[in-house]
């Protein structure tokens, strides 16, 4: 009997003291991550810091919109705070031919550009490649047929050479690269960034 | 006999009961402290990201201030120009070559103002609101005379635009006029932007900057 009581004493502490153990090594070797990336994380944070010590005085104090074209984000920014950061679409660098015609690549531009208009209710005017895609002959550059409205959403920002930062219906792909070269915002973002923005605002795109 | 079995038995489960309870008790204390570190790590990916795209930002803007790395080539062929940073294009824009129409009647020796330079030139100077200083020989052709030459009825602003580059040797590169008015009749050799265009080039050229013209 007593036999049999220490045998079940052991089993059970053995079993106990065997899960500790695993629990301990997988405890470990998460300790071990998160010191890594402490580190890179502090390396990173204090490059940053410099980096923005170099260029201050450089941005100014009125709020600037950045677009990261790789990650597909959008920020507005005051000096080096994030007012907003919002997920987008970019140019997807798509190629189109037209039949014996005209060639187009759909890309986001990138550089330094300004905002030189915002718009309310924009109305999309439909450019030759719309039509090309869709296999439909394209109209005269007056007809009805060019002007679309709500492809936009409520509020768009002119960067000029006809593209635009405006809402979308298309919010499933923010985050995608799959625009003709447009910035597509979701629409409560939109708003907030219609808000934050005036004509003039310095728009960096990379 | 029997008792006895039975006081044994009670004593192994009580065994059991008690070192299930503590183990459990453990095993939730563990459990709490693996959640923390989980959560701990996934903040550190988190803001490690943030960093690296913030990095990725700012390695842009470094380029685009960096002053000496910043130069302007312009095409005089295909009336196109471009604000570069090294390899890096940062805007593209349409020139406009003929803007600054060469007058009927011109001092033979002023012609040479009217042709653009070729090549490597640099930034002299860079003017906001820049005033165009009226010469001598379009007062003569109007059959007006000519005020002193420091006056200030000379300057005459708007027809150059919002800003002006300077390069020496009569020639500039400035804005269209504000009236939208026709091209002017000018003493110098110019090319002209489009507004947003030449802002941009206006904000990130200095005195000094590298222009390139072919």
């Known amino acids: 009997m007593r036999l049999l009581q220490s045998i079940g004493i052991f089993t059970t502490l053995t079993a106990l003291l065997g899960q500790g153990c695993f629990e301990d090594c997988t405890r470990e070797a998460l300790r071990t991550e998160i010191k890594g990336l402490q580190q890179s994380v502090d390396r990173l ?6 980096m923005w010590r170099q260029i201050q005085g450089h941005a100014g104090t009125e709020p600037y919109l950045v677009i990261d074209t790789d990650a597909n984000w959008l920020y507005v920014r005051r000096d080096d705070e994030v007012l907003l950061k919002t997920m987008i ?19 986001t531009p990138k550089g330094v ?3 030189l208009r915002k718009e309310e209710n924009p109305v999309w005017y439909k450019p030759d490649w719309a039509f090309v895609e869709d296999n439909l002959p394209v109209p005269p550059p007056a007809s009805p047929k060019r002007f679309v409205r709500g492809m936009l959403g409520k509020y768009a920002l002119s960067i000029g050479g006809s593209y635009k930062i405006h809402g979308t219906p298309y919010r499933k792909l923010l985050g995608q690269a799959v625009s003709h070269g447009c910035i597509r915002v979701g629409d409560e973002d939109m708003e907030r960034l219609y808000q934050l923005v005036s004509e003039g605002t310095t728009v960096y795109i990379y | 006999m029997q008792e006895r079995i039975i006081v044994k038995l009670r004593n192994v489960i009580c065994w059991i009961i008690a070192i299930v309870a503590v183990a459990g008790c453990n095993g939730q204390r563990r459990a709490a402290e693996f959640d923390r570190l989980q959560k701990q790590r996934q903040e550190l990916v988190n803001r490690l990201k943030t960093a690296e795209e913030e990095q990725r930002f700012l390695a842009f803007i470094k380029d685009i201030y960096a002053t000496d790395k910043r130069y302007l080539v312009l ?7 471009s604000l570069k940073v090294g390899n890096r294009v940062l805007r593209e824009f349409p020139l406009l070559l003929d ?3 060469k007058p009927d009647i011109m001092p033979a020796e002023n012609a040479d103002a009217y042709v653009l330079p070729k090549g490597r030139i640099q930034v002299i100077a860079k003017k906001e609101n820049p005033a165009w200083y009226k010469p001598d020989w379009l007062y003569e052709k109007d059959m007006t005379s000519p005020p002193p030459i420091n ?31 026709p091209p002017m009749v000018t003493d110098h050799a110019c090319i002209i932007l489009e507004n947003d265009d030449l802002r941009a080039v206006y904000n990130l050229l200095e005195a000094g900057s590298v222009v390139y013209i072919r």
């Open chain 1, 45 to 50: 944070e204090s490059e940053n810091r410099s």
């Open chain 1, 89 to 107: 679409s970019t140019g997807s660098g798509r190629k189109l031919e037209e039949q014996g015609g005209r060639k187009w690549t759909f890309t």
């Open chain 1, 113 to 115: 550009f300004t905002i």
């Open chain 2, 75 to 81: 095409n005089t062929h295909s009336a196109k120009g």
């Open chain 2, 99 to 101: 803007g600054c129409r």
């Open chain 2, 151 to 181: 006056s200030p009825e000379r300057l005459i602003s708007g027809p150059m635009g919002a800003y002006a580059l300077f390069f020496g040797g009569g020639f500039v590169i400035h804005g269209r006029p504000a009236d939208a008015a």
